[in-house]
């Protein structure tokens, strides 16, 4: 069986060898992969991932947000969205 996976990718100087990640990702992230599981029928959540790549060098940098995060950005962008009309 197939799983599926989604991802951003962001493109800056990292400092440290450690790549920047954003919580409005994995907020963007989150409602994505649940918009893509309801459109695809799936009986998951794509899981969700970002990775930074290195404007200098081209490193890449990734994280996957864990389910932990993901339900939490997740609640976050509804509760956002709440006051323009977004229904679930």
Known sequence: MRKYFWRTTN??????GKGK???KD??????ES?????KLKLDY???VRS????TNT???????WSDEEFNH???????SAKHIGWKE
């Open 21 to 23: 990640f954003y919580p």
């Open 45 to 47: 959540f794509p899981k």
């Open 58 to 64: 081209a490193e890449h940098y990734h994280y996957e």
């Open 73 to 79: 950005y997740f609640e976050c962008a509804k509760l």
């Open 51 to 54: 990775v930074c790549i290195d």
């Open 11 to 16: 493109v800056e100087v990292v400092k440290d």
């Open 34 to 38: 649940v918009m893509l599981a309801r």
């Open 26 to 31: 994995c907020k963007q992230l989150a409602i």
